[in-house]
């Protein structure tokens, strides 16, 4: 079956303009996850999503950082006033989350770049 | 808080040669441990896990790993890289705190392989 998409694949942006990053995860998985990947870095947790609960934002940077997913499924990220050091590749994850610590499936990213 | 470490950077080997990517976790309870591989301009796919049992465990494209309860590791093996090996190699760990399931990647290891 189809797995995470992601897109757009790349996007350049000036800084200070506002970029929103679009997440579908593996049809029927309950669990979403954003994380970042700067240049030499590992990768950072970002947010998670599960069904109806409460998103844990804790990893989220700055306010200028936040995320939403309509109706259990696609999810956004939108990063307002972006900077130099948002720059990054962002990942996004799926899993079915039936219950504890479970595989997350990964899409091949957005590689953003702020000027 | 969990963490994991990667010592080695860069890794070089010749094509047939053996291989182990060294992965060190902190973390207080039993760990989810993952290895992913990421090629270049992809997103990150599973080697393989461990959960529970068996401490070596085998995973896809003649990968293994072994989790050493007392040294903390989780190294990743193969005993004859191909030179579509290369790539970078991502050891990660995996808390469920209740409310969500995360994972903490270590900063990854660049395996580049000679022919």
């Known amino acids: 079956g189809a797995g995470v998409s992601q897109s757009p694949s790349n996007k350049v942006t000036e800084k200070g303009k506002d970029v929103e990053l679009r997440c579908d995860p593996i049809?029927?998985?309950?669990?979403l996850y954003w994380y970042r990947q700067s240049l030499g870095q590992g990768l950072e947790f970002l947010i998670y999503?599960?069904?109806?609960?409460?998103?844990?934002k804790s990893g989220l940077p700055s306010d200028r950082f936040s995320a939403e997913r309509t109706g259990g499924s696609v999810s956004t990220l939108t990063i307002q006033r972006t900077q130099q050091e948002d720059s990054a590749v962002y990942l996004c994850?799926?899993?079915?989350?039936?219950?504890?610590?479970?595989?997350?499936?990964f899409g091949p990213g957005t590689r953003l770049l702020v000027l | 808080a969990q963490s994991v470490t990667q010592p080695d950077i860069h890794i070089t080997v010749s094509e047939g040669a053996s291989l182990e990517l060294r992965c060190n976790y902190s973390?207080?309870?039993?760990?989810?441990l993952f290895w992913y591989v990421q090629s270049p301009g992809q997103g990150l796919q599973l080697l393989l896990k461990?959960?529970?049992?068996?401490?070596l465990v085998q995973g896809i494209k003649g990968f293994e790993a072994e989790f050493k309860r007392s040294q903390s590791s989780f190294n990743l093996r193969k005993p004859s890289v191909h030179w579509s090996d290369a790539a970078e190699y991502f050891c990660a760990v995996g808390a469920n705190t209740g409310t969500a399931s995360k994972l903490t990647f270590g900063t990854g290891t660049r395996l580049q392989v000679t022919l």
């Open positions: 999503f599960q069904g109806n609960s409460a998103p844990d």
């Open positions: 973390y207080g309870a039993t760990p989810y």
């Open positions: 049809s029927g998985h309950t669990a």
């Open positions: 994850a799926s899993s079915p989350r039936t219950s504890g610590v479970e595989t997350q499936y």
């Open positions: 461990y959960f529970s049992g068996d401490t």
